[in-house]
């Protein structure tokens, strides 16, 4: 059942220039978890699971682009666990892989043009869709809340219980890809302050994500890096040319929207030596590769 999360292996991440710089480095595999319900976003939906389960609700609706991992995590889930879902997309109707994969999940989908989904914020948006569908369960965009943040708590239980079969004695921080910020705070709220977490922002740093951070996890125990490379979903040659080799170098695939551009910010930061030689910093994998068809 879905209260139970598939255990992501924490795995040694050797490349060279971590190497060179002394820092040591294991990858928790959330990719690995489960072949449809990838990475963070099973654990944002978690709580949202139980809750609709507890409530009797029919169905789950929550929001998303054509490429939305969140979405496609949704539809997989609910048709794994005997829930109907709605999914309500930005734009106008496209084929892309990802869509094709929330139909054939048996998910309805509604368009909802630019305009109609910028409105997803203002007050009275849920109305409509919940007259449409009573009793359904509504989840924010990507899964984010406060029910998100509990879920990915339980990402630092799993890595604990490894690292001692690393050979490590502990670890020291936390890198991770941002989106909302989401999966950030429920590590924050985990480490309690006795780890730094760095998110790695996959969105510009005016999106509103720290402060949705500060308010929910508090106001320490993170530090924020620019990731985005010019935007969200923007990629270039040198972040193309960067994820082939780590690929090659690691064995750990890679998509170009959250894991390469967070895995390219640390590479800077470790050559800038924002790390001291013996440093054990956990990498955490947050999954995402279906939206690689789209581009990859
Ligand atoms: C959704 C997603 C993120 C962003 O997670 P947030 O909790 O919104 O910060 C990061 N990486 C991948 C692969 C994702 O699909």
């Known amino acids: 059942m879905f209260e139970h999360l598939p255990k992501a292996p924490l795995q040694p991440l050797h490349l060279p220039w971590l190497a060179s710089a002394g820092v040591q480095a294991a990858v928790l595999r959330l990719d690995l978890i489960d072949p449809l319900i990838s990475g963070n ?3 944002k939906l ?4 139980l809750q609709a ?3 009797g609700a029919p169905g789950l609706i929550s929001l998303g682009g054509n490429h939305s991992n969140h979405l496609h995590a949704l539809a997989a889930a609910g048709k794994r666990f005997g829930f109907a879902t709605v ?3 930005r ?3 496209q084929e892309t892989p990802t869509v094709r ?3 054939a999940l048996g998910m309805t989908l509604h368009w909802l043009g630019y305009g109609g989904y910028r409105a997803r914020h203002q007050e009275g948006f849920w109305q409509p869709w919940q007259a449409r569908y009573p009793g359904w369960h509504c989840i924010p965009e990507g899964g984010s809340g406060v029910e998100g ?3 990915c708590s339980l990402i630092v239980e799993q890595a604990r219980a490894q690292v001692s079969a690393l050979g490590w004695s502990g ?3 936390w890198w991770l890809a941002a989106g909302t910020g989401t999966t950030l705070a429920g590590l924050v709220l985990a480490e309690a302050g006795a780890r730094t977490v760095h998110g790695a922002l996959a969105v510009p740093m005016d999106h509103g994500v720290p402060d949705y951070v500060a308010e929910l996890a508090g106001n320490q125990g993170y530090r924020l890096h620019d990731a985005c490379r010019g935007g969200f979903a923007r990629f270039d040659e040198q972040l193309l040319a960067f994820i082939a080799q780590s690929e090659q170098h690691s064995g750990v695939p890679l998509e170009a929207l959250y894991t390469g551009k967070a895995l390219l910010a640390l590479h800077d930061q470790v050559e800038a030596g924002l790390f001291a030689a013996g440093t054990r910093l956990i990498f955490l994998h947050t999954g995402g590769l279906q939206g690689r068809r789209g581009y990859l």
């Open 41 to 43: 976003k099973w654990f």
């Open 46 to 49: 978690r709580y949202h699971l």
């Open 53 to 55: 389960d507890q409530t």
């Open 87 to 89: 999914g309500l997309l």
């Open 91 to 93: 734009g106008h109707p």
């Open 101 to 103: 994969d929330l139909q």
């Open 149 to 151: 943040a509990r879920g």
């Open 171 to 173: 670890y020291d921080a």
